[in-house]
C-alpha cells in the first residue's frame, strides 16, 4: 500500500492535523479524515440566525482566541495566514475596554479585576482585596508542601499559599471561564505548573520562586534553540509580507473573524478538500481500531467499511478513544477523566449597548455560586462590536452547568432549551439588571466538551503515554484537547508539532514507539 494516515476526528484538532499532513507529505501519501458526525469542526460552531430581517451570529463554543507572543499563539495566527484568512480576521484592540475590563461577580455587584498598580491607588473592589493579603502571606511564609505529595488541587494550592479567599473569590472564577471545572478538583501541578514548581522545588514560596523557575525554563528551552530560531523567522518573513495582518495583530489582545469562529473550520475543511490526495469522510464514526492481517492500521466504521493506514493520529476526545479498543488494558487518564458539559445561552436584544458596563464579561466565582446559576456572562457585542455588522443589536452569552450541571439542570443529555433559557434571563436580570425583552434567545448544550485536568493528571498522562504505544504497534498517537490544554491555538500547535516530530522520526510511515505525547510530557520535566 502506498502512504496512508488517518486522521480521527474533524474537529479542529483533527482538521489542522489533515491540514499540517497535507502540507508536508508528498502527493502520492493518502491522507484520510475521519468524523464521526455530520458535519465537520466540533466544538467550534457559529450558528447564522435571523429575526425581523437582520441576521447575526450565535457562537456555541470558543469565540475568540488570544494573539501574543507564545508559540500557541503564533501558530493559530500562521495557520489563519496560511489560510488566507487575514481579511476574515476582526480584534479587540489592547487598549479597548473588552480587553482591559474583566469582570468578577462578588455579593451579587460586578467588581472589575485590576488592570495594574494603579488600581492600588484607585482602591480594589472588595472581590480583590484578599489578593494583597495573599501576596504578602506567600511573600513571608516559607514553602509549606506537603513532602511526597506529587499533586494537589488548585483549591489546596492556592489557599494554602495564598489564602482561601484567593481561590473562592478569584482562583475558581477563572477557572470556570477556561474549564467549566471546580477549583477543588482540577491538578495545581498541570495547570499552574511554573507556581507549582516555584513552591516544590525551594523553601521560598512561590512568588520569588518564580525568578528560579524561569531561569530553569530558560535553560531548558536551549534544547529547543534551533526550533524556536526557525519559528522567529519565519514570523519574521510573514511580517514583510502582511505588515498590515500583522501589526494589526500586534495592537490586539484577542482576534475572531467577522462571521466567526466556524471561518476557521470551514476553511480549513474546504482547502482539504481541494487537496486530490485527502478524503474526507462524514457520518462514520469509527467503532474499532486493530491490526490487520498485512500489519497495517485498520479502523472499521460504523456501516462495516475499513480504513487502512500505516499511521492513524487519534483526535477523538478519551471517551470515544475508550470503545474502539476491543479487551483493551485499563489505563487512568482514559477511564478516569471526567469532561465538563456546558450549555451556552446566546441572548441577542434589538437595541445597542444594553449592557450597563463595558468590558469582556464576568465570571462567577466559588464564593457566588450560590446566588448564580451562570458561570460567567460573555458581552460578546462588546468584545467584537464588528460581528453586529453595525446592525442595532447587543449580543451575550450566558454560560451555565461545568461541574454543577446534573445538581442544577439535570443530565445535559435531556434538558429542555426552556430551562437554559429561562437560567439565562434570569441571570441577565439579576447581574446585569436588564429587564427589555431579547429579541432572540437560543440555548446549546456542549455535552462533555472540556476534558477536566484533574489531581494526579500528568501521572495519568505519563501511564496514556505508554499506553497509547502498545496500542496498534506503534501505528498509532494521540492529540487535541484531553492533553496540551484545551485552547484552539494549543490543539493546532499540538497537531502541528505532532506531524513535524512525526516526520523527523518517519514515524507515519513506519511503527515506531510514539504516541504523540512525547513533547507536552517533556514540558513537565
Ligand atoms: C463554551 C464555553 C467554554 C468555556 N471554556 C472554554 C469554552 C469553549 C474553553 C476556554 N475558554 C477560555 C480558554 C483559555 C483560552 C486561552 O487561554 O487562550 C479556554 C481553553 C477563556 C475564555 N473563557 C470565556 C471566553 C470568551 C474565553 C476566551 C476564549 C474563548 O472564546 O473560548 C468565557 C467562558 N467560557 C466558559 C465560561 C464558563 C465562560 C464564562 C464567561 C467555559
Known sequence: ?????????????????????????????????????????????????????????????????????????????????????RSDVVVAQKT??????????????????????????????????????????????????????????????????????????LASAVMHGIYAADTKVLSARALLYPFWLADHTGKTGVLRGLRRVAKLSRARNTKHALRDAEERYSISKRRMRNREFWSMIDDASMYSFRDGMQTLTDRLAHRLADYPNVDIITGQPASQARIGADGDAEIVLANGGVVRAQHVINTLPLYKIRSLFKNRPSNSLLDETPYASVAVVNVTYPKKNIVPVDGFGYLV???????????????????????????????????????????????????????LENAAMETISNHLGIKVAPSDVDATVGQNCIPSYT???????????????????????????????????????????????????????????????????????
Not at 8 to 18: D, P, Q
Not at 39 to 65: M, N, Q, Y
Not at 368 to 388: I, N
Request: a negative charge; hydrophobic letters at 40%.
Open 96 to 169: 479597548s475596554a473588552a480587553a482591559r475590563n474583566r469582570y468578577i461577580l462578588y455579593n451579587g455587584e460586578l467588581n472589575c479585576m485590576p488592570t495594574g498598580i494603579g488600581s492600588l491607588i484607585t482602591g480594589l473592589p472588595p472581590a480583590v482585596r484578599c489578593l494583597p493579603r495573599g501576596v504578602w502571606h506567600d511573600l513571608t511564609t516559607k514553602s509549606n508542601s506537603l513532602a511526597g505529595v506529587t499533586d494537589e488541587s488548585i483549591n489546596s494550592f492556592v489557599s494554602r499559599r495564598f489564602g482561601q479567599d484567593v481561590d473562592d473569590n
Open 1 to 85: 500500500m502506498s502512504q496512508a494516515v488517518t486522521v480521527l476526528g474533524g474537529g479542529i484538532t483533527g482538521l489542522s492535523t489533515a491540514w499540517f499532513l497535507a502540507q508536508r507529505l508528498p502527493p502520492t501519501a493518502r491522507i484520510q479524515l475521519v468524523e464521526g458526525s455530520s458535519r465537520l469542526g466540533g466544538w467550534v460552531r457559529t450558528d447564522r440566525r435571523e429575526v425581523d430581517g437582520t441576521s447575526f451570529i450565535a457562537e456555541k463554543g470558543p469565540r475568540t482566541l488570544r494573539t501574543g507572543r507564545s508559540r500557541e499563539a503564533l501558530a493559530a495566527l500562521e495557520l489563519v495566514d496560511d489560510l488566507d484568512l
Open 455 to 525: 489531581v494526579g493528571y500528568i501521572d495519568r498522562l505519563k501511564s496514556m503515554h505508554e499506553w497509547v504505544q502498545a496500542q496498534l504497534g506503534g501505528r498509532m498517537s494521540v492529540v487535541g484537547a484531553a492533553y496540551g490544554g484545551p485552547a484552539v491555538p494549543q490543539c493546532i500547535m499540538h497537531a502541528r508539532d505532532l506531524v513535524n516530530h512525526h516526520l523527523r522520526l518517519d514515524a507515519l510511515e513506519k511503527p515506531q514507539l510514539v504516541s504523540g505525547l512525547e513533547e507536552i510530557i517533556s514540558g513537565f520535566e
Open 365 to 419: 466565582p466559588r464564593a457566588s455560586a450560590m446566588s448564580s446559576k451562570a458561570l460567567g456572562v460573555v458581552f460578546d457585542s462588546c468584545s467584537l462590536p464588528q460581528q453586529d455588522y453595525d446592525a442595532e443589536i447587543s449580543r451575550l452569552s450566558v454560560m451555565l452547568g461545568g461541574s454543577r450541571f446534573d445538581e442544577l439542570f439535570g443530565s445535559p443529555a435531556t434538558v429542555t432549551k426552556d430551562v
